[in-house]
């Protein structure tokens, strides 16, 4: 299988801090790859080098584009995005004065009404602005949220807007979502339905997922690989089975 | 005796003036939140397009030499007095080329300004564009093909051919609505669209913005020159109204005027922006007509102003703290199609 991303031997250093020291990783196309490791091992500061928030001190970055890999380290992060890397916050970083909907329907790239001119001629994008509101209405049956659809983000839950995040990303077609830690302040049975539903769209659509996760429990039935990063560095990587199993990972969850 | 009619004429063409201030700075304040304190730039830049291509334009199509009679002359002011009310034509000519060229170079201006604006980040937006606003009146102070400090005078308005006085200021009323129902229909458009949606999403929080593929920089850019078109135009009608410009019109005072417009009328709602415009200019007038008729007061309406507008924005924010009306939910195709669904599912 070949790779979406490639990370190579990337390393970012915050003063005397070692965020990331030299971790090479491979998400493979329609793959549902783990990200785990204790706090502080760097998992989140890996999702910002590849989306663009930091430039690696060391290493590249690469990202499938037709046959070839290019290189993404260093792009702004709307230029990561229009390459095809969509990602999720650890804290949501939702729009709080939009609705539900209005949220969904701020994703989708190319829209013909975000043009000054256009946006003044309604007939031309109002049918695109419908075909993206059933897209939308879709997700939010999916993820038994359409009776949010005109709430305003202020209004809704924890879990809901934890939900939002990841469904606000799935508006738009990607080469890779990076999901950060999708289910923390989900009930069980929903972050459940959540990971079934990303398995879902890996299955039949051929979407790619890089996901951290805490709630390992949850995350080693539904992925097929797993890496694993402690102190910045890759600890270990492997199928869920290996690498719960591994001493060295066993040893890292205990001692932090 | 009170003249109630010139009152409410008076009062509805300087509302319309600032309502279209108000829109303009709904749309990049209330919905894009950039802090623009520089509004007057802006306006003051309009007004000054105005009277200058109109001063000197009147006078050079009657074939009159301006290197030796300039508009700010003694002599060129009688000559404008003369000329400007002949040739009805040429009036309206130079009203609609005015509104053009200050739409097209004042939103010229914000776009350029806005790329400071991206330098700095947007804490430092607002003062930036408040000491360029202060640059530009001490430099028009000194700048004497516009008058330097006395300005310019009696320019030539659009409809200086009527003979009646009343019907006069009723046409520039109607003049005024014109444009301000046009600025309505088109910020009302831009607000009610995908743009709008974008817009709302770089204010609530620029950096899911910016990880959601949006140029935020540029969308800024693009909302600057729209706000600073429409407010070069609010200048373009202010210099005909008052048939006069001078670099002492266009201080802070008048960007925060229009800030409390929109406060009290409510930030992102569009009718707030019109009814806080309504608000503060009826203050504004009221205490004008009324001064003459006070004689020798204590306290001067001047001062007065500031304190009615200020004691109303406490008032209204103790009551609601976003204003007399909140936003309201952007209204495009996609509400159908989900209500349809609602109703379908329960149903
Ligand atoms: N912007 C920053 N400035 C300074 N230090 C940072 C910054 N971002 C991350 N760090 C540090 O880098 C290390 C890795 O942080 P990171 O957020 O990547 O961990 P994580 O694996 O996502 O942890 P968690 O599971 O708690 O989310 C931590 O020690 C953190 O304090
Ligand atoms: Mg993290």
Same mark, same amino acid.
């Given at each position: 299988?070949?790779?979406?991303?490639?990370?190579?031997?990337?390393?970012?250093?915050?003063?005397?801090?070692?965020?990331?020291?030299?971790?090479?990783?491979?998400?493979?196309?329609?793959?549902?790859?783990?990200?785990?490791?204790?706090?502080?091992?760097?998992?989140?500061?890996?999702?910002?080098?590849?989306?663009?928030?930091?430039?690696?001190?060391?290493?590249?970055?690469?990202?499938?584009?037709?046959?070839?890999?290019?290189?993404?380290?260093?792009?702004?992060?709307?230029?990561?995005?229009?390459?095809?890397?969509?990602?999720?916050?650890?804290?949501? %970083?939702?729009?709080?004065?939009?609705?539900?909907?209005?949220?969904?329907?701020?994703?989708?790239?190319?829209?013909?009404?975000?043009?000054?001119? %256009?946006?003044?001629?309604?007939?031309?994008?109002?049918?695109?602005?419908?075909?993206?509101?059933?897209?939308?209405?879709?997700?939010?049956?999916?993820?038994?949220?359409?009776?949010?659809?005109?709430?305003?983000?202020?209004?809704?839950?924890?879990?809901?807007?934890?939900?939002?995040?990841?469904?606000?990303?799935?508006? $738009?077609?990607?080469?890779?979502?990076?999901?950060?830690?999708?289910?923390?302040?989900?009930?069980?049975?929903?972050?459940?339905?959540?990971?079934?539903?990303?398995?879902?769209?890996?299955?039949?659509?051929?979407?790619?997922?890089?996901?951290?996760?805490?709630?390992?429990?949850?995350?080693?039935?539904?992925?097929?690989?797993?890496?694993?990063?402690?102190?910045?560095?890759?600890?270990?990587?492997?199928?869920?089975?290996?690498?719960?199993?591994?001493?060295?990972?066993?040893?890292?969850?205990?001692?932090? | 005796?009170?003249?109630?009619?010139?009152?409410?004429?008076?009062?509805?063409?300087?509302?319309?003036?600032?309502?279209?201030?108000?829109?303009?700075?709904?749309?990049?304040?209330?919905?894009?939140?950039? +802090?623009?304190?520089?509004?007057?730039?802006?306006?003051?830049?309009?007004?000054?397009?105005?009277?200058?291509?109109?001063?000197?334009?009147?006078?050079?199509?009657?074939?009159?030499?301006?290197?030796?009679?300039?508009?700010?002359?003694?002599?060129?002011?009688?000559?404008?007095?003369?000329?400007?009310?002949?040739?009805?034509?040429?009036?309206?000519?130079?009203?609609?080329?005015?509104?053009?060229?200050?739409?097209?170079?004042?939103?010229?201006?914000?776009?350029?300004?806005?790329?400071?604006?991206?330098?700095?980040?947007?804490?430092?937006?607002?003062?930036?564009?408040?000491?360029?606003?202060?640059?530009?009146?001490?430099?028009?102070?000194?700048?004497?093909?516009?008058?330097?400090?006395?300005?310019?005078?009696?320019?030539?308005?659009?409809?200086?051919?009527?003979?009646?006085?009343?019907?006069?200021?009723?046409?520039?009323?109607?003049?005024?609505?014109?444009?301000?129902?046009? +600025?309505?229909?088109?910020?009302?458009?831009?607000?009610?669209?995908?743009?709008?949606?974008?817009?709302?999403?770089?204010?609530?929080?620029?950096?899911?913005?910016?990880?959601?593929?949006?140029?935020?920089?540029?969308?800024?850019?693009?909302?600057?020159?729209?706000?600073?078109?429409?407010?070069?135009?609010?200048?373009?009608?202010?210099?005909?109204?008052?048939?006069?410009?001078?670099?002492?019109?266009?201080?802070?005072?008048?960007?925060?005027?229009?800030?409390?417009?929109?406060?009290l009328?409510?930030?992102?709602?569009?009718?707030?922006?019109?009814?806080?415009?309504?608000?503060?200019?009826?203050?504004?007038?009221?205490?004008?007509?009324? $001064?003459?008729?006070?004689?020798?007061?204590?306290?001067?309406?001047?001062?007065? %102003?500031?304190?009615?507008?200020g004691l109303l924005i406490v008032v209204v924010l103790i009551v609601n703290p976003r204003g007399l009306?909140?936003?309201?939910?952007?209204?495009?195709?996609?509400?159908?199609?989900?209500?349809?669904?609602?109703?379908?599912?329960?149903?």
């Amino acid at each position: 299988m070949r790779a979406v991303l490639e990370v190579r031997d990337v390393a970012k250093y915050f003063g005397g801090v070692k965020a990331l020291d030299g971790v090479s990783l491979e998400v493979p196309e329609t793959g549902l790859v783990g990200l785990i490791g204790p706090n502080g091992s760097g998992k989140t500061t890996l999702f910002n080098v590849v989306t663009g928030f930091y430039v690696p001190d060391k290493g590249e970055v690469l990202l499938r584009e037709s046959d070839d890999l290019v290189r993404i380290d260093g792009l702004n992060p709307n230029e990561v995005f229009k390459k095809g890397v969509v990602r999720t916050f650890q804290i949501p %970083r939702l729009f709080n004065s939009l609705t539900v909907l209005e949220n969904l329907l701020v994703t989708p790239l190319g829209q013909r009404g975000e043009s000054l001119v %256009r946006a003044l001629l309604r007939g031309s994008w109002s049918g695109q602005e419908r075909e993206l509101a059933r897209k939308a209405v879709e997700l939010l049956k999916m993820f038994d949220m359409l009776h949010y659809a005109n709430s305003k983000v202020s209004e809704l839950s924890v879990a809901h807007i934890k939900m939002l995040e990841t469904i606000r990303g799935l508006m $738009t077609p990607a080469k890779l979502y990076l999901l950060d830690e999708p289910a923390a302040g989900v009930d069980y049975s929903t972050a459940r339905k959540l990971f079934t539903y990303v398995r879902k769209l890996r299955d039949e659509r051929g979407l790619t997922f890089l996901v951290i996760e805490h709630r390992l429990e949850i995350l080693m039935e539904y992925v097929d690989y797993v890496y694993v990063l402690h102190n910045g560095k890759l600890l270990s990587e492997g199928k869920p089975q290996e690498v719960v199993s591994d001493p060295k990972v066993v040893e890292a969850y205990i001692g932090a | 005796m009170i003249d109630v009619v010139g009152f409410v004429i008076s009062w509805l063409t300087i509302f319309g003036i600032y309502s279209i201030l108000s829109l303009s700075l709904n749309l990049e304040s209330g919905t894009a939140g950039v +802090t623009n304190f520089g509004k007057v730039v802006f306006y003051g830049a309009g007004a000054y397009i105005a009277a200058t291509l109109t001063t000197y334009l009147t006078l050079i199509l009657n074939g009159v030499d301006v290197t030796e009679t300039p508009p700010y002359d003694v002599r060129g002011i009688v000559l404008l007095g003369e000329l400007g009310s002949r040739n009805p034509l040429m009036s309206l000519g130079l009203l609609v080329l005015s509104l053009v060229v200050a739409f097209v170079i004042a939103g010229a201006l914000g776009y350029l300004l806005s790329y400071p604006i991206i330098r700095v980040g947007p804490a430092f937006v607002g003062f930036t564009l408040l000491s360029f606003g202060e640059l530009m009146r001490v430099f028009l102070q000194h700048y004497e093909p516009v008058g330097g400090n006395k300005g310019l005078m009696a320019i030539p308005t659009p409809f200086g051919w009527v003979a009646e006085s009343r019907v006069r200021e009723v046409a520039y009323l109607g003049l005024v609505m014109g444009v301000l129902a046009t +600025t309505y229909v088109v910020i009302h458009r831009l607000v009610n669209s995908p743009l709008g949606r974008t817009l709302r999403a770089v204010r609530d929080d620029e950096v899911a913005a910016l990880c959601l593929g949006k140029h935020v920089p540029k969308i800024k850019a693009k909302v600057l020159f729209v706000g600073s078109g429409f407010a070069g135009v609010a200048g373009v009608l202010l210099a005909y109204y008052l048939t006069s410009v001078n670099p002492n019109m266009f201080v802070p005072a008048v960007t925060f005027n229009v800030w409390a417009m929109i406060i009290l009328g409510g930030c992102g709602n569009l009718k707030g922006s019109l009814v806080g415009a309504a608000v503060v200019t009826f203050v504004d007038r009221v205490l004008t007509f009324v $001064t003459p008729y006070l004689g020798v007061t204590v306290i001067s309406p001047d001062y007065l %102003r500031w304190v009615i507008v200020g004691l109303l924005i406490v008032v209204v924010l103790i009551v609601n703290p976003r204003g007399l009306l909140p936003e309201e939910p952007i209204k495009t195709p996609a509400l159908e199609v989900v209500s349809e669904e609602l109703g379908g599912g329960s149903g």
